[in-house]
């Protein structure tokens, strides 16, 4: 299967307690950028300079690749519970979530089919639940009379 390393854009730096430089991605992972020679020669990050100048640039993030769930994310919305009877037509094809917006496919009783446009389907059968990752185009296959909810989720929201 064709397969494509979701592209997210930096939006900030901070330091991790070992003092090395992670770039906050707008998926909300974060990416060690090392500066440790000879094997990894990444000077710029060394200066207020040379990271701003890479604020707004794309790396590939593998974690989310991986579906691996962020850190503090929180609920903020959550989808009516779906049968096979009362599915939005949208679900059953290819859709996406906005940037920033992660979701959990919450199976409560039967199964389903969660087809993420990179990897393999993942048959969803409680307590099984699937993580969608912002913007990875997807879509949901019904196996068989299922009872379901999505979940949204975003950071939480400083004011
Ligand atoms: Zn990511």
């Known amino acids: 299967m064709w397969k494509e390393i979701m592209q997210r854009t930096i939006v900030g730096f901070h330091r991790d307690e070992e003092d090395q430089w992670v770039a906050e991605l707008d998926c909300y992972h974060g990416q060690h950028m ?3 020679p000879p094997f990894y020669e990444r000077f ?14 794309q790396v590939e993030c593998l974690k989310c690749d991986q579906f691996e769930w962020p850190e503090k994310l929180v609920e903020f919305k959550r989808t009516p519970e779906f049968t096979e009877e009362t599915v939005p037509a949208g679900l059953l094809r290819d859709h996406r979530t906005k940037g920033g917006i992660w979701a959990k496919i919450n199976v409560v009783e039967g199964s389903l089919l969660y087809l993420p446009e990179t990897g393999e389907p993942i048959q ?7 993580i969608i990752v912002p913007e990875m185009k997807h879509s949901l296959q019904l196996l068989s009379p299922v009872r379901f909810y999505v979940e949204f989720y975003h950071l939480p929201t400083i004011s």
Not at 44 to 57: F, M, P
Not at 124 to 130: A, S
Request: hydrophobic content about 30%; overall charge positive; aromatic content about 8%.
């Open 44 to 57: 710029w990050v060394l200066t207020e300079e040379g990271r701003a100048t890479r604020l707004g640039t």
């Open 124 to 130: 969803l059968t409680p307590p099984r639940f699937g």
């Open 34 to 36: 090392r500066h440790t």
